[in-house]
């Protein structure tokens, strides 16, 4: 399974080609327009989100309500687009644009550095494409493969673990909870005290026109053991794990159970002991490793953090030069979110739902849905007799 997208922020759509999926795959459109509205949400998102009513346009490899087994094509609307098409056009008038082209880079942006490597005068053409917008495409191509996980009983969950200072208090909630409670907080965070908390700390920083970071955490229930695969690293799922969660816009960081706290413990207080029962077969008493022992899982959920650094636009100046008059300026206002984070833990959720979907589809080859929801079954029932 892959997929390739393509679209500017500011341009007329997004498009996403999926390709590899089984064929009779029910596509709901819904729960995928739901996954784009879910992403849209959250508390300290800009005014962009207020233009923008996502949902996909179905274009191709889908009849009846379910997939042919041809690529599928969706689009997503840029609404904004009404507004900037005289400068996105692709043959609008040069001097339309020039009115509108941006000198100026801002630190922690793509700006200057793609400026340079693909010899841009005119860093909106860099802007463009390196906005984080991008991701509504991604999340559609993860909305789809959590159609294909639904099948075989696997379920994807998020949630905000700390925005800037304020860290949420670790609980140990059941699986439905977290979602219930992730889905009613403006924040995605589980821990009501903390919300409030990180609520204000979002007006103080959109107040003193700065931004805020954070770190989200997403858990996959129902896994069976064995994704990924040790023998080579390109196959070892949690390493292409980190590479989906790190190529989020803005995230520098992940990790994996306990995470970079292994670092400071002893063996004897990181590794999973073994267990067996008839009912369960092989199981771990703890999951400090988060799901996975050389680049597959274990059958336990799957628990990894990405750190999100705060967001690069801000009101407040911040040094940088002009690369036409090579002058010092301060400060570049553009319309920004203040904080992203409980956004990007959705973004998070379904770019892991993608990578565990392909891993599933490469243990579990199939042309139909069928055909992988009675392999993963079988080997599920070969796996307790093991
Ligand atoms: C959901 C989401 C929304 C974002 N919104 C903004 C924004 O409004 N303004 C901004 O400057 N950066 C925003 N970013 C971050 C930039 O896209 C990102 O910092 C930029 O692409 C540079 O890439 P890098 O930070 O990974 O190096 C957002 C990121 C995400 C995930
Ligand atoms: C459009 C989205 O996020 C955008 C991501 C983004 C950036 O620089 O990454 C900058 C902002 O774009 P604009 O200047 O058009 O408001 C955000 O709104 C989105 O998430 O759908």
Redesign the pocket.
């Known amino acids: 399974m892959r997929y390739l997208t393509a679209g500017e922020s500011h341009g007329p759509q997004l498009t996403v080609i999926i390709e590899g999926l089984p064929s009779q795959l029910p596509f709901a459109k819904e729960k995928i327009d739901w996954q784009l509205q879910r992403?849209q949400k959250?508390y300290g998102?800009?005014r962009?989100m207020q233009i923008e009513s996502d949902q996909v346009q179905i274009l191709s490899g889908v009849r009846f309500g379910k997939t042919t087994g041809a690529p599928v094509t969706l689009v997503i609307e840029n609404k904004d687009w009404t507004h900037w098409r005289k400068i996105m056009d692709p043959y609008s008038a040069w001097e339309e644009a020039e009115k509108r082209r941006i000198s100026r880079p801002?630190p922690?942006?793509?700006d200057l550095n793609g400026a340079i490597k693909y010899g841009h005068r005119d860093m909106r053409d860099v802007l463009e494409r390196?906005?984080?917008?991008e991701?509504a495409a991604r999340v559609a191509a993860g909305a789809v493969a959590r159609l294909i996980l639904e099948q075989c009983g696997i379920q994807v969950a998020g949630h905000v673990v700390r925005i800037g200072q304020v860290e949420a208090k670790r609980v140990e909630l059941p699986f439905a909870e977290i979602i219930e409670r992730s889905e009613a907080s403006p924040v995605r965070c589980l821990d009501p005290e903390a919300e409030v908390r990180m609520m204000e700390l979002i007006d103080q920083a959109k107040k003193e026109g700065d931004?805020l970071g954070g770190i989200v955490e997403v858990i996959v229930e129902g896994v069976p053991i064995g994704l990924g695969s040790h023998v080579h690293w390109d196959r070892k799922l949690d390493a292409r794990i980190a590479q989906a969660i790190?190529s989020?816009?803005?995230?520098?960081g992940v990790e994996f159970g306990i995470g970079f706290e292994a670092a400071e413990r002893k063996g004897s207080e990181v590794h999973d002991e073994i267990m067996w029962s008839e009912e369960r077969g092989f199981y771990r008493a703890t999951n400090r490793l988060g799901g996975f022992e050389g680049g597959m899982t274990t059958g336990e959920p799957i628990v990894v953090r990405g750190v999100?650094?705060p967001?690069?636009?801000?009101y407040k100046p911040l040094k940088s030069v002009d690369i036409d008059t090579k002058e010092p300026f301060e400060a570049s206002i553009?319309?920004?979110?203040?904080c992203?984070v409980p956004?990007?833990s959705v973004?998070a959720e379904n770019v892991v739902a993608w990578e565990i979907a392909r891993a599933l589809m490469e243990k579990f080859p199939a042309d139909t849905v069928d055909e992988l929801v009675e392999q993963v079954a079988k080997y599920r029932e070969r796996t307790l007799r093991f």
Request: hydrophobic share 35%.
């Open positions: 992403r959250g998102r800009g962009r801002r922690g942006h793509a390196s906005s984080a917008r991701t931004s790190v989020i816009n803005a995230f520098k999100m650094k967001i690069p636009t801000l553009e319309r920004s979110d203040s992203a956004a990007a973004v």
